[in-house]
């Protein structure tokens, strides 16, 4: 089993940063992919970005060179530096991460809600 604690949403005007920060615990070490999803009401939920145990990363065309992903394996945590919001960025975001062990499980945080006012 694995706990997500995410931490770093809120209200922003359009142009403006955030940062999202995700910490994991419980069976890190069986930890491959982490990431960021999002979901609006009405809508499913959809991915922003990811980050492999390597390092490699895989961006939402629709974030691709406004938001960065980071993550630091020995603190088990994942990070998302996002710049330039805009409104249709307004969404409940979620983290993610992917574990391999015997089997292979997806686990989520509650999520943390981004709002960018125009």
């Known amino acids: 089993q694995v706990q997500l604690v995410e931490s770093g949403g809120g209200l922003v005007q359009a142009g403006g940063s955030l940062t999202l920060s995700c910490a994991a615990s419980g069976s890190i070490h069986s930890i491959s992919a982490m990431g960021w999803y999002r979901q609006v009401p009405g809508k499913q939920r959809e991915l922003v970005a990811t980050?492999?145990?390597?390092?490699?990363?895989n961006y939402a065309s629709a974030v691709r060179g406004r938001f960065t992903i980071s993550r630091d394996n020995a603190k088990s945590t994942v990070n998302l530096q996002m710049n330039s919001l805009k409104p249709e960025d307004t969404a409940v975001y979620y983290c993610?991460?992917?574990?391999?062990?015997?089997?292979?499980?997806?686990?989520w945080g509650q999520g943390t809600q981004v709002s960018v006012s125009s």
């Open positions: 980050i492999t145990s390597g390092g490699f990363t």
């Open positions: 993610w991460v992917h574990t391999i062990d015997m089997n292979e499980y997806d686990y």
